[in-house]
């Protein structure tokens, strides 16, 4: 488990002071940021707001996504690269040789400074197309430290499936519900649930669907009080927003 702020730099002092680390390699550890020349990774971003700075590799050649995860895995021993292809997870092994790649989230993830999971967050997902969403919100909560439950192929065309399973998701802190089609899934969930609601629409969906805009427009015009929306395709918002709440409903995942 990661060390405290403060511990962390107290350990880095004694390491100084008892010549195991020179004056220039403290400097490196201590400073915010660093530049690569074509990206400056902010490593203050951990001690800020709970995680290191996220490796979105969409648009990114495999050696600089590549590149920026080995400088930021260097500093605190983990990081999480989203929207990546096989071409990122080729690249990220060789930097990186113990990677994970989920390959239905596109997500690349090394931990080595791995917590025990805590609280719970459910992600619930309408269709067998919504997964790749719904596993990038997925692996999203579950690198923030939350315990992370998949309740999949729920969606309301077959009703009794949700309700076979609203049970188990109303344990969780909250829940992530990713749909395509009309998007209704959510209002449902809010309708249902004590807990927030995360929407995330998906560019699943025929003819009119507008590559996401229906689910869209009818998340946010929702009459279920608790559910807010993040954009279309935007697992890896949601399960960030839903590892928020529950580290403020878990005390044992607050951090200094």
Same mark, same amino acid.
Do not use: F, G
């Given at each position: 488990m990661s060390l405290p702020a403060h511990e962390r730099l107290r350990a880095l002092l004694a390491d100084v002071q008892r010549g195991a680390l020179d004056v220039d390699a403290a400097l490196r550890a201590l400073t915010p940021a660093a530049e690569l020349g074509f990206a400056t990774v902010d490593h203050d971003r951990q001690r800020r707001c709970g995680l290191p700075e996220v490796v979105f590799c969409q648009s990114k050649t495999p050696a600089d996504a590549s590149a920026i995860a080995r400088e930021i895995v260097a500093r605190c021993g983990r990081v999480l690269m989203t929207r990546a292809e096989p071409e990122h997870v080729l690249a990220a092994k060789?930097?990186? @040789?113990?990677?994970?790649?989920? +390959? *239905?989230? *596109?997500?690349?993830?090394?931990? *080595? +400074? @791995?917590? +025990?999971p805590q609280g719970l967050v459910a992600v619930v997902a309408a269709g067998t197309a919504d997964l790749p969403i719904a596993e990038e919100a997925a692996v999203t909560a579950a690198f923030a430290g939350a315990r992370v439950e998949r309740h999949f192929d729920v969606g309301i065309a077959g009703l009794h499936r949700l309700l076979a399973r609203i049970d188990s998701i109303r344990r969780a802190s909250c829940a992530v519900a990713v749909a395509g089609m009309d998007g209704a899934l959510p209002s449902v969930l809010g309708g249902l649930l004590a807990t927030p609601v995360f929407a995330v629409p998906t560019s699943v969906g025929y003819g009119a669907h507008f590559g996401g805009l229906a689910p869209l427009l009818t998340m946010l015009n929702s009459c279920a009080a608790g559910v807010s929306v993040v954009n279309v395709d935007n697992g890896f918002g949601a399960g960030y927003l839903a590892a928020l709440v529950n580290r403020q409903s878990d005390p044992r995942m607050h951090r200094p």
């Open positions: 060789t930097e990186l @040789p113990d990677a994970v790649w989920h +390959e *239905r989230a *596109r997500c690349i993830v090394v931990d *080595r +400074e @791995p917590v +025990e």
